[in-house]
């Protein structure tokens, strides 16, 4: 993405609602007319949050002292809304070439671009006031960006999803105009199996056992004041069990040539496209309480181009599902990654002194393709990462491990909830290690598919097993014909 200040001036008279056509030639479209009333009632209620306590002696001021603050009321209503006009008619978005073009900004204009080839995963996100009005929320990840990239707020709902697709479809590299791609769902979390999930955790279980406690010591104290101390505690463990159940409440998780599609929300409706070849790291999660009276597993994601605060809520490919369907959808999303075939190899017993309950759990090992580490005992985790999407390889030592002669091997990737470790490895053989997995990173990025997967690959994009000698193209370069527009989806398999 760029911006470049001032380089979309001028030009903007005539009818609000016509295409613009800006500079080269490229028509540019509007956005909803109803967005400045989605976008400004934040801001007039944060005002009048504000202005109508500070002036609350007006209240009683009698007919006069109510005019007043009805006057102040409807000039913030006025001022908000003509700032909010402004700013709708002045913001407009087209496609110019290989790249999304937002055209902003009032005093100040702004034209920025979203290269499709980075695209990274592309989100319909309606909350609620816009679900009532159809309209939705258009919001873009491109790699190596830290939040999202030029969001279009707001569009009617048919139009997000025309966009949608025709983005997916450029990004891809086949024909702009190809119908939406069919999809096939793949996975359907029952809403009492969520609700089951959230409730099977270890913040639940201390808030069960903590509040008979605290009713005994009110009893012995006789004092209901007593319990007010539970209420923060009580606060901070539904708050985000609620948050979860109501960001997962209605999943699907469905595949199509265009990508993963993932839908999910209550009262937030989101329906976010992954496309292949995107995901960077995978983490199967199994909490203690999961293992010990059921079979289910979550599966987490690092996906580039979402940023550290988006994360927590696009960071889950599957929030709770029985172990077989999680471990096949493993090797769907990672062509070839099966868990019972990768050996892990476990750590020296003297790790036993830095690691005491989790020194059997530890382990780390690798295949031709994936590089795989699993440590936690309460929440067991295990991290699965394509050689390719390796960053870069550490290995660090803190005092006692030096003095133990251990050490930790970190593969780094793109922000995000899955961090691959192998804990409190042997040094030489953290070090051996280290050296292995950067050349296995440096061969599978050789063999990388391009970056539009659909414009040379007319398949799933598949690191060869056996890696060849980088033959001098680096990623992205395809064979003769790459970039050239194909026809439009197949349909999935």
Do not use: C
């Not at 978005?93 to 937002?102: A, K, P």
């Not at 699907?252 to 790291?281: C, H, M, N, W």
């Not at 599902?321 to 003297?350: F, I, Y």
């Not at 691959?420 to 050789?446: C, G, P, W």
């Amino acid at each position: 993405m760029t911006d470049a200040a001032g380089a979309a001036g001028g030009g903007d008279g005539g009818d609000p609602g016509a295409p613009y056509r800006g500079p080269g030639a490229v028509v540019l479209g509007r956005l909803h007319p109803l967005t400045p009333v989605l976008r400004g009632w934040r801001f007039v209620v944060a005002a009048l949050a504000v202005l109508v306590p500070q002036n609350a002696d007006l209240l009683g001021g009698g007919q006069r002292g109510l005019l007043r603050l009805g006057t102040g009321v409807a000039v913030l209503l006025l001022v908000g809304g003509v700032a909010g006009v402004l700013a709708w008619r002045f913001t407009r978005y087209g496609i110019d070439g290989g790249d999304l073009r937002v055209d902003s900004g009032v005093l100040f204009r702004r034209s920025r671009r979203v290269r499709l080839d980075r695209l990274q995963a592309v989100d319909v996100v309606q909350p609620l006031l816009a679900r009532l009005l159809g309209m939705a929320e258009l919001r873009l990840e491109v790699a190596g960006g830290s939040s999202t990239e030029a969001p279009l707020a707001y569009l009617s709902l048919d139009d997000a999803h025309r966009l949608r697709n025709e983005l997916l479809a450029r990004a891809a590299g086949i024909e702009e105009d190809a119908p939406e791609a069919p999809e096939r769902l793949l996975h359907e979390v029952p809403g009492g199996r969520l609700l089951a999930s959230s409730l099977l955790t270890t913040p639940v279980v201390v808030g069960v056992v903590l509040v008979p406690v605290a009713l005994g010591v009110a009893a012995v104290v006789e004092g209901v004041g007593s319990l007010l101390f539970l209420a923060p505690a009580l606060l901070s463990i539904a708050q985000p069990l609620l948050q979860q159940f109501l960001a997962n409440f209605g999943f699907t998780l469905a595949e199509s040539p265009d990508g993963l599609r993932l839908r999910r929300g209550l009262l937030e409706k989101r329906a976010q496209t992954v496309p292949p070849g995107r995901i960077q790291a995978v983490r199967v999660v199994e909490p203690w309480l999961w293992r010990r009276f059921t079979d289910w597993v979550r599966l987490d994601v690092d996906i580039a181009g979402y940023g550290a605060g988006q994360q927590a809520s696009s960071a889950q490919l599957l929030p709770v599902a029985p172990r077989h369907e999680v471990l096949a959808l493993l090797e769907r999303v990672l062509p070839g990654a099966s868990l019972p075939a990768v050996r892990l190899e476990g750590v020296p017993r003297r790790a036993a002194w830095l690691a005491p309950l989790t020194r059997r759990v530890l382990g780390a090992g690798y295949d031709d393709r994936y590089f795989v580490a699993r440590r936690g005992l309460l929440e067991r985790e295990t991290d699965v990462m394509p050689h390719e999407r390796a960053q870069s390889v550490r290995v660090t030592q803190g005092p006692l491990q030096r003095r133990l002669g251990l050490a930790s091997l970190t593969l780094d990737t793109t922000p995000g909830p899955v961090t691959v470790r192998a804990e409190h490895r042997d040094a030489r053989e953290a070090v051996a290690l280290a050296l292995h997995e950067a050349e296995l990173a440096r061969r599978a990025r050789a063999a990388a598919p391009p970056e539009r997967w659909m414009a040379a690959h007319p398949a799933a994009p598949v690191v060869p097993p056996a890696l060849p000698d980088p033959p001098g193209d680096g990623p992205g370069a395809g064979p003769s014909g790459a970039g050239q527009p194909r026809a439009p989806y197949p349909p999935p398999a």
